[in-house]
């Protein structure tokens, strides 16, 4: 599978320019101001709008420096539905596909999602550090490249983009700007996985009453601690599979 791409909102945002992969595979790559070169991105950042229904849903994700418009249609059944579960404003990671419609100024850059799931505050951070090296790694590609040597994806970028000196120390500030926002005190370390059962049955527990919640509000509850939709519904199987949950009534979840 494509391996995807760390790029802030606002390089993303300021992309004119598609390059055919020349490799055989399908689609082409979005390439952006600041030397990313984007078929599938991953990105974390604060969910601020939602809006649609039915097969189609529509998103802004904001990022320290930017916001990014991502849709989710009927190809991605689980990011539609897990979608659907969150309220903004809501820390959100999605993967998807990089398009861009129109051309020229009126180019529009978005992301088709394939996979949505809830996050905290450190997993935004997270993404934030990783996000810069990867961007100041780039810039650094480009700033040889004026010079004469760097690669060739480098040198492309300049062609499309008449990349300046100046256009790269812009860029180089917006990292800083991101890399402003991180929480001084965020200690990266092992994150162990916590079992999709043992998230939503925690979360069952806190909020469940004495009868117990609708399974509709038990797959929310598994959104929200970070499942998607699909990852819900089969951790909430499980549970009752295993016994560690019942139905005291029709379409109703209850933990023993």
Not at 89 to 115: C, H, I, K, Q
Not at 218 to 247: I, T
Request: some cysteine.
């Amino acid at each position: 599978m494509e391996p995807v791409i760390r790029v802030f909102a606002r390089d993303f945002s300021a992309a004119r320019h598609t390059v055919d992969s020349g490799d055989g595979r399908d689609g082409s790559y979005v390439v952006t101001p600041g030397g990313a070169w984007c078929r599938r991105l991953f990105i974390v950042g604060a969910l601020t709008e939602r809006r649609g229904s039915g097969d189609v849903m529509r998103a802004r994700i904001a990022d320290p420096t930017g916001t990014f418009h991502v849709s989710a249609d009927w190809q991605s059944p689980d990011a539609v539905e897990t979608l659907g579960y969150i309220e903004p404003p809501a820390f959100v990671a999605v993967t998807g596909r990089a398009t861009l419609n129109g051309s020229g100024s009126r180019a529009y850059a978005g992301l088709d999602a394939e996979a949505i799931n809830v996050v905290d505050r450190t997993a935004r951070d997270i993404w934030v550090l990783a996000t810069a090296g990867a961007t100041l790694g780039r810039l650094e590609a480009l700033e040889k490249a004026l010079g004469g040597g760097g690669d060739e994806r480098a040198a492309t970028v300049i062609g499309l983009y008449g990349t300046t000196g100046k256009d790269i120390q812009d860029k180089a500030g917006m990292v800083r700007t991101a890399l402003a926002s991180v929480l001084p005190d965020l200690a990266v370390g092992e994150i162990a996985p916590v079992a999709g059962r043992d998230l939503l049955l925690a979360a069952i527990e806190d909020e469940g009453g004495a009868r117990g919640i609708p399974e509709s509000d038990a797959v929310a509850l598994g959104v929200r601690s970070g499942l998607s939709a699909r990852d819900a519904q089969r951790a909430l199987e499980e549970l009752l599979a295993a016994g560690e949950c019942y139905q005291p009534a029709s379409d109703m979840i209850k933990p023993i």
